[in-house]
Structures are given as C-alpha cells and as structure tokens.
C-alpha cells in the first residue's frame, strides 16, 4: 500500500467511523457498576506455559524470537485441567461480582472461536473456545461477564511488516486502518457471538471500539476506555463517577512460576476497604497456570478475602463514599440508600492481644447519633460470646461533643483459634455526619 493509499483510506475512516460525540457509559449501568465492588480480572494467554509478562516480550524482539512465539508456542498451548465452573464457583464464593477476561492481549492470540485470524486458541491441540465456556460457567454463578480487549495486536503488525510496539502512533488502530478493521471485526464477533456483554475494558486507543460496543450492546459498562483505571495504584482520594483500581495477587499480571512475592490475604482486604470508601472497585487479577488451573497461592489469598466479605460484605456492596473517607485507619463507607454508616477498624496495633470478651473502645469524632441509632457488629448478634455465658457482648455507645464513643467485643469465632486478624466492621444505622 502506497502512502497516499494510505492516506485516503484513514481520511475514509475518519468520515465513516468517527467516534460518537457524547457517547458515554448509561447512567442507570454505572450506577449498577458502582454497586458490584469487586472484579475478578484474569489475565491468561498462550504464552503462560514460559511463565513470562504477557505479551510485552515480543516488543523488540529478534525475529528469530517472535517466529518462535507465533507459529511455535501455540502447538504447546493445552490447559487439560481447565474447569471454567471451578474458575465460576471460586469468584462467586470470593463475592466476585464481575469477572473480566481476556480474549485478545496485545500479541493478538484470541483465546475465541475467531475467523480474522489463524493466532488463537482453536488452532492449538486444546481446540476448544475458552471464552464460551468460561462466559457459560459465569452466567450459570450469576456472575456478570466482561471482556477485556486489546486494540494493540503485534500478529498483525508482524504480518505488516511494522516494528512491534505500544505507543508510537503507527502502531495505533486510529493510524491504521488494516488494524482498526481487523480490531472491530474481532469485537463485532465478541459482542454478537457470545450473548450479553456486562463489562468492557479496552487496555488501549478505544476510539473506533468504545462506539462500536456501545452500538452492538448498549448496555454495556465500557471501564477502560470510558472510566478512570488506575493500574497498581489508588488515587488519594476519592474521584468522581465511577472508577477501578486494577490490582495483581503478586507483581506480574499473568502466571509467574517463580520468583514471586504475593500480598498476603489482609493487605487484599485493606486494599478493598480503601478502594470502596474511596467510591471505587476494585479489579483484582488472577494469572491461571498453563494447565488451566488458578495456582494454589493465588486461590488461598482469595479465599482469606472470600471469608472476610462473608462477614462484611454488606459493607462493601451497594455503598457509597461518606463525607469523610476516614479517621485514621477507621475507614468509612455509607449504605446507598439511607444513614446508615459503617467503620472498618483496621491496622488495630494490638490485634494478637485483643482477647475474646475483652472490650474495646473506640471515638469517632465525625459520626453524631440520633434517637433511632443502633450500633452492631457485622456477623455478630451481640448476645452471646460461646461458653461465655456470664458476658453480654452487646455493643455500646454513648453520644457527647467529642464524638461517637463505641465498646465493643470481639465476640464471633471466625478462626479456631479464635485469633482473627482481619478488620472489624461497625454497622451504625440512622447516624448524622458532623460537619
């Protein structure tokens, strides 16, 4: 293709399909996104059997590598033990509201049913669509589907004999139309092949994609590419509309077999807590070994989560962000609808000592009380403290200028041992904020 072809065919595109001005995401589905809380993200390619960052190990590489990669690594791609209902059943135990996969990282392999391209899961030995399944096992849960899709495919700039890249404007969709018409024709496949699509979220240029999804699918949540996606990271404060922090269990998105450090399951929770009072979700990442199996340190640090939302979910879902966000390391989130409040007592110095029946007390300067205020604790009926019959566990409080003074036991058996070192969460219903 010469230049001026070139040229002509984006001045084409530009009048054709130019994004949408105004489009955005529907008011009513941002706020049911805002509801959801927490994602499952999985990142999973067919370079997850050499244990390496997805995709990103193509970018300068020799030739000799990238044919390797391209017409060697998927005859080794065959996940025998992939269970999608397994995958289901853990992100609906763990309170995963949403799970978004990948169906095409930056290298371009589908991991779809795809005629646009030979580069993808049903020409390897597995020769099964794993979006299918995976998206069927979800919808069976009442877990809603999201699909993570990169505009970026260095099959096809290989293919076009373009150095492989992020970044540089000849490497972008918008600047290419081969690549833009190659990139909406694998999203019409996703977004007409494979029923409702909840949640989109383009890691790249989405114009051109974002106005494309809307079309096919209105109701579709487009996160990245619509929203703020901070990446490893939490904004210091809270931000406006909706958002969502993208975390990894440990430091790589997918499988690393080796030399791995994973956050424990209460920086998770911690992690969660701060992102919800801040108004955001969190998306957290799983990186599913080549086999098609979630590795043993990942699902373990998701259960610990699973556990503790069991016992506090009510104040993590269906919130929104207080006046404050917090007291020190008392978080705050506030029911959606009504006064009632919830503090998350977190990063407590003396956790290992703070024994079963013992009290605690604890001020919030923020929180003034009405006539109508009760206070519990989450998961606990303050009644009874097992084979502590003499003990009233009941929370108390009293209401004066300083604030909101609150007693509390650590009343219910969540570990055997009785030692739980997970924060505690506060339910205080018809409270008023002090201004």
């Not at 978004?100 to 391209?117: A, E, I, L, P, Y």
């Not at 979220?201 to 990245?224: H, K, M, S, Y």
Request: proline fraction near 7%; hydrophobic fraction near 40%; aromatic fraction near 10%.
């Amino acid at each position: 293709m010469t230049l001026r072809q070139a040229t002509e065919l984006l001045l084409i595109w530009s009048v054709v399909a130019a994004p949408t001005l105004g489009a955005a995401n529907q008011p009513a589905r941002t706020d049911w996104f805002m509801d959801q809380a927490l994602g499952m993200f999985v990142h999973w390619s067919v370079d997850s059997q050499l244990g390496s960052v997805i995709s990103h190990s193509m970018v300068g590489a020799s030739p000799e590598y990238l044919d390797r990669f391209v017409n060697e690594l998927p005859k080794t791609f065959y996940p025998q033990r992939f269970d999608p209902d397994e995958w289901a059943r853990l992100a609906q135990i763990a309170g995963m509201k949403y799970v978004v996969f990948t169906t095409k990282h930056h290298s371009g392999f589908c991991m779809f049913d795809t005629k646009t391209t030979d580069f993808g899961v049903m020409h390897t030995p597995y020769g099964r669509d794993i979006t299918r399944q995976l998206f069927d096992a979800l919808r069976k849960q009442g877990i809603a589907v999201g699909v993570y899709f990169s505009p970026d495919d260095f099959w096809m700039l290989r293919r076009e004999g373009i150095e492989i890249d992020r970044g540089r404007p000849e490497v972008q969709p918008v600047n290419n139309p081969r690549l833009m018409a190659h990139d909406q024709a694998q999203l019409r496949e996703l977004f007409t092949n494979y029923g409702p699509i909840d949640v989109l979220f383009i890691d790249g240029e989405p114009n051109g994609l974002r106005e494309l999804a809307w079309e096919l699918q209105p109701n579709c949540v487009i996160t990245r590419g619509a929203m703020q996606t901070p990446e490893q990271d939490t904004p210091d404060r809270p931000m406006p509309g909706p958002w969502e922090a993208c975390y990894t269990l440990g430091t790589q998105w997918q499988f690393k077999p080796t030399n791995e450090d994973y956050k424990s399951g209460t920086q998770l929770i911690e992690m969660l807590i701060e992102i919800r009072a801040k108004g955001g979700n969190l998306l957290l990442n799983v990186g599913p070994q080549p086999d098609g199996v979630i590795p043993f340190e990942q699902e373990r640090r998701i259960r610990e989560l699973a556990l503790w939302l069991f016992v506090n979910g009510e104040a993590i879902y269906s919130i929104r962000p207080w006046h404050i966000i917090r007291e020190g390391d008392i978080w705050f989130t506030k029911a959606k609808d009504g006064d009632t409040l919830y503090a998350i007592l977190t990063k407590l110095p003396d956790w290992d000592t703070w024994k079963r029946g013992q009290r605690k007390d604890f001020t919030l300067k923020s929180v003034r009380a009405t006539d109508q205020t009760q206070v519990s604790v989450l998961g606990h009926a303050g009644r009874i403290l097992e084979y502590q019959a003499k003990v009233n566990p009941e929370p108390r409080w009293t209401q004066d200028e300083a604030g909101l003074h609150v007693s509390i036991m650590r009343a219910q058996r969540i570990y055997n041992d009785w030692k739980w070192p997970n924060p505690v969460v506060l339910k205080i219903s018809d409270t008023q904020p002090v201004k």
